[in-house]
């Protein structure tokens, strides 16, 4: 979708390009940086849908992507990547499995087209059928830990579990919606996917059981889990190995593309970078170098200011780092400002 339905319900709000979609960045009155609240709505219209169907889409799938579809049950959802040959992340997203035969691919808008396009390229004879889903379809998210109270309050009744889906029907109404439970970092996430006439009349209701945020909040709280996102740490020539995004690959399922050079890196258990969170003593930004010792170990891929909480004055960073450096925990700077490798939070 390229512009969110949802904007004019913040006429004061500052917009921008995120994911692909021209989305509400931040709210009147509202700071990026403000914690983040027990439970917020996150208007997640960047998603985009594509529905594999057909009697060897199961099959086909598994044999392509790096998630183990052939042992994913209906109500099941998983990570996952779309490699080339030679291993590198060509597109990042999630896999629900409907049916028997039937899978929906949730990504955002800006790798709809990439992902499209590649798997169209191996359908060849099989008995497959790929649905792009958008426009018609959108998805709204409620996050945080009091989502199931907020969720419940707004209407809805049975919830999935982490790593699941179920069929709803919207409050009030009867259009069809599917629930999709993530755990992104620490941060529990009900994903709510359906018709756009369906889905639209929501955000109000949810609204008045959460609290709305925008982008900008949305985009710091997944950098303060050291959540990878694509165009920022998944890039051009990026392993599924070096973002540490390893739930997102099926290590028992077969042969897929890219397979042969991410199970050789496994059994080395070795890269020579990976992707890190860091706390700095001061202000740094993406795409500076890390050095260690007066040589570049790295490049920072995103950073925050700290302006709450036990690292208050600090700045929180994502970024790769080669291994040797984080092995023998060698002191590090970016810009002159000392840092040091964190486990996320990294506001905790």
């Not at 319900?9 to 709210?27: D, K």
């Not at 849908?49 to 199961?58: I, M, S, T």
């Not at 579809?69 to 291993?87: E, I, M, W």
């Not at 069929?167 to 941060?187: E, H, S």
């Amino acid at each position: 979708m390229e512009i969110s339905p949802w904007l004019h319900h913040h006429p004061q709000a500052v917009a921008c390009q995120y994911r692909g979609t021209r989305i509400a960045a931040r709210f009147a009155g509202a700071a990026a940086d403000a914690p983040f609240p027990p439970a917020a709505v996150c208007d997640w219209s960047f998603r985009a849908g594509l529905r594999v169907h057909g009697p060897d889409a199961r099959k086909w799938l598994n044999g392509i992507i790096s998630a183990n579809v052939r042992d994913l049950a209906p109500g099941q959802t998983a990570p996952s990547f779309l490699l080339n040959p030679k291993g590198h992340i060509l597109a990042a997203f999630d896999i629900a499995a409907l049916g028997a035969d039937e899978c929906l691919l949730l990504t955002s808008e800006d790798q709809r087209g990439l992902l499209l396009e590649n798997l169209r390229r191996f359908v060849f004879r099989s008995r497959v059928e790929i649905e792009d889903l958008a426009p018609a379809t959108l998805s709204v998210a409620v996050c945080g830990p009091g989502v199931d109270a907020a969720l419940r309050s707004a209407g809805f009744g049975d919830l999935p579990a982490v790593g699941g889906w179920l069929a709803a029907a919207a409050p009030g109404g009867t259009r069809p919606l599917r629930l999709l439970r993530w755990q992104l970092g620490k941060i529990e996430t009900v994903e709510i996917h359906g018709n756009i006439d369906a889905v639209v009349p929501l955000y109000d209701t949810l609204a008045r059981q959460a609290t709305p945020i925008g982008a900008a909040a949305w985009d710091r709280r997944l950098l303060l889990e050291g959540i990878p996102l694509f165009g920022r740490e998944i890039r051009a020539g990026v392993l599924p190995a070096e973002t540490g995004s390893l739930a997102a690959v099926g290590t028992n399922k077969g042969c897929y593309v890219g397979q042969e050079i991410v199970e050789r890196i496994r059994a080395r258990g070795q890269v020579h970078r990976q992707l890190h969170g860091f706390r700095f003593a001061g202000a740094v930004q993406a795409g500076e170098r890390i050095q260690a010792d007066g040589k570049d170990v790295g490049e920072l891929t995103a950073t925050t200011a700290l302006t709450s909480g036990p690292h208050a004055g600090q700045y929180a960073a994502l970024g790769y780092l080669r291994q040797e450096a984080a092995a023998n925990a060698a002191a590090i700077t970016a810009a002159g400002v000392a840092g040091h490798v964190a486990s996320p939070p990294l506001d905790a």
